[in-house]
């Protein structure tokens, strides 16, 4: 009977010390993933600080890491764009490139971009504009999302999302213009990708006379392209032809739609026969193995080897007709 007795006052000693506890544990978690588009304190934490750099695009102070050329053999400059819902290290992508690139004579900046409209949209809940962040917001976002699509390319040059994107890959390029670098590659993830080409369709669209003897973009590398992104007029294979620079293509998904967007840049180009195209398809990049996101990293940088190279020089050497629209 005494011993049921101690039992039952410890019990109830514990009872009240839990009860005391639960304001506690919420208060001790962190957010996983940071501010993705914005200052992702998550990222630049786990990044050495001399590898942090600030630029800026007018008043919009933005983040960027970079890495000089380890090699010291430099062959030019590197841009790297992250996709949708990742920050500029994010592994097995973006964090793999700026990890070799600089090995093998590039001197690399991965720049933090704001998250596309669509992908604030999801996060913000039209239907309840009062309500702060809350445990119950992803459940009423879901129903909005179908419904907010058809009106997002209204909706998106007010909010001036992509206009802030272009304004920070041209403040990129000119951190490196300044440097008087004159090969500069652009290299962009799924959203990044039609960023990228935007942005080297627009420097062309502004100096047309020039046929771009003017820019330092020399070439442009796509990895799982976006097709289309709200806020940007043309899609890729409108885009393609406009930006009239050597480019790799490739594709990490064999599905169906995937494969017919391929085809579809590939078409749009297919009579441009002079300029370097190349499409490649490759295993999807996989977080467990390192073999699959390697040989990404390493057809990127043999590609650009062979293809990204200062304008000047390459106006002594035609192209080689055989190179464009390669599976």
Request: hydrophobic share 40%; aromatic share 4%.
């Amino acid at each position: 009977m005494k011993r049921i007795c101690v039992l039952a006052v410890f019990y109830w000693l514990c009872g009240m010390v839990s009860a005391q506890q639960p304001n506690t544990a919420p208060a001790t978690a962190a957010p996983q993933g940071g501010n993705v588009g914005g200052h992702n304190a998550v990222y630049t934490d786990r990044t050495p600080p001399e590898q942090m750099i600030s630029l800026e695009a007018g008043s919009d102070k933005f983040q960027a890491r970079h890495i000089a050329d380890l090699s010291g053999l430099p062959r030019g400059a590197v841009i790297i764009l992250h996709d949708s819902g990742q920050h500029p290290s994010w592994p097995f992508t973006v964090a793999a490139l700026i990890d070799d690139l600089p090995l093998h004579g590039w001197d690399t900046l991965n720049i933090e971009l704001p998250a596309p409209a669509i992908d604030i949209k999801a996060q913000t809940n039209p239907a309840a504009p009062t309500a702060p962040a809350s445990a119950n917001a992803p459940t009423p976002a879901a129903p909005n999302k179908p419904t907010a699509t058809p009106t997002t390319n209204v909706a998106v040059p007010a909010l001036g999302i992509e206009p802030q994107a272009q304004a920070r890959i041209s403040a990129a390029i000119k951190y490196f213009a300044d440097q008087s670098q004159r090969n500069i590659v652009l290299i962009g993830f799924g959203s990044g990708a039609i960023r990228a080409a935007e942005t080297v369709h627009s420097i062309a669209a502004a100096n047309p006379a020039a046929a771009g003897d003017t820019t330092p973009i020399t070439a442009l590398v796509m990895i799982a392209p976006q097709q289309q992104l709200n806020g940007i007029e043309m899609d890729l294979p409108k885009l393609l032809p406009t930006t009239g620079v050597s480019t790799l293509d490739i594709t990490l998904d064999s599905a169906p739609q995937a494969r017919a967007d391929t085809e579809a840049r590939r078409r749009a180009i297919l009579h441009q026969r002079t300029r370097i195209y190349t499409q490649l398809e490759l295993p999807p990049i996989n977080n467990t193995s390192d073999a699959q996101h390697s040989t990404m990293v390493k057809r990127v940088r043999a590609w650009m080897q062979l293809h990204a190279k200062e304008l000047s020089t390459e106006k002594k050497t035609p192209p080689n007709p055989a190179s464009p629209a390669t599976n």
